[in-house]
């Protein structure tokens, strides 16, 4: 299991860590206007995702706006940024910073995607910052959890992960 701190200190995260190569694990989160969102609505499509523990914070948001930028450049691919924030939050948060190319989802109700990625903190009912790339046909090409919650994960390889994916 990945190993992080929030901040420097440790926490406990539930499920199961995925990995490159492993099939993508099958979610069920909530969107903007609380219809249900799974893996399989995307299939056929490579899947950037962007885990963040809340949109309102400022590493959060930076990441939501440096996914959000880069997704404006990459084709066949849909990015999607998960949190346990409400959609009502996620919704407001989106329309304030102009985000247009990222769906923002919630994993508020179930932690159906924290628990089936590995990135639930337990302590927190947050989750830990993490990335993962899927390709087309629902294998982890590429998977990031970044060791300290409060830390940046690294844009370029998981951009050039979802460039290389098909």
């Known amino acids: ?37 799974t893996l399989a609505d995307s299939k056929g499509q490579v899947r950037l995702i962007s885990v963040v523990p809340s949109i309102d914070t400022g590493v959060c948001d930076a990441q939501t706006r440096r996914f959000n930028e880069e997704a404006s450049k990459l084709d066949n691919v849909k990015v999607l940024t998960v949190s346990v924030d409400l959609p009502f939050a996620q919704k407001r948060w989106c329309a304030a910073a102009g985000i247009e190319n990222v769906q923002t989802v919630s994993d508020h109700r179930d932690l159906s995607f924290g628990e089936a990625y590995g990135v639930a903190i337990k302590e927190l009912r947050l989750l830990a910052r993490a990335v993962f790339v899927v390709d087309s046909n629902d294998k982890v090409v590429y998977a990031q959890y970044v060791s300290e919650a409060t830390d940046h994960p690294d844009y370029e390889a998981a951009v050039e992960a979802a460039r290389q994916a098909e």
């Open 1 to 37: 299991m990945a190993s992080i701190t929030f901040k420097g200190n440790p926490v406990t995260l539930l499920g199961n860590e995925v990995k490159a190569g492993d099939q993508a694990p099958e979610f069920k989160v909530l969107a903007n206007d609380l219809s249900e969102v």
